[in-house]
C-alpha cells in the first residue's frame, strides 16, 4: 500500500498518517480493536482536520484497498470489539 504523504507534514505527522492507514489495512487480514482505531483516528484528524483532504486521503487508501476508509471508521465508533472489513 502506497500511503498518500504530504510535503507539508513533519516526520512524525507522516507517521500518524501511515500508522493510521496501516491499521485501516490490518481490519482486512486480522481485524482492529475499535478504541485503537479511534484513537489513531482521532490522531490522524490533528493532521487532517479538512474534511475535504480526508475525503481525498481516504479515496487514495479507499482504491488500493477496496475498501471504504469511512465506513472503518464508522464501524469503529458504533461498536467495541474487533473491526474486521
Given at each position: 500500500m502506497n500511503i498518500p504523504i504530504?510535503?507539508?507534514?513533519?516526520q512524525e505527522?507522516?507517521?500518524?498518517?501511515?500508522?493510521?492507514?496501516?491499521?485501516i489495512a490490518q481490519t482486512q487480514e486480522k481485524g482492529v480493536?475499535?478504541?485503537?482505531?479511534?484513537?489513531a483516528y482521532q490522531?490522524?484528524?490533528r493532521v487532517v482536520p479538512s474534511k475535504a483532504e480526508e475525503k481525498q486521503l481516504f479515496k487514495e487508501i479507499d482504491e488500493q484497498l477496496g475498501l471504504s476508509c469511512y465506513k472503518v471508521v464508522k464501524q469503529a465508533n458504533e461498536q467495541d470489539g474487533t473491526v474486521r472489513t
Open positions: 504530504r510535503y507539508e507534514w513533519s505527522e507522516i507517521v500518524v498518517v501511515a500508522e493510521f492507514f496501516d491499521l480493536d475499535a478504541r485503537v482505531l479511534q484513537s490522531a490522524f484528524k
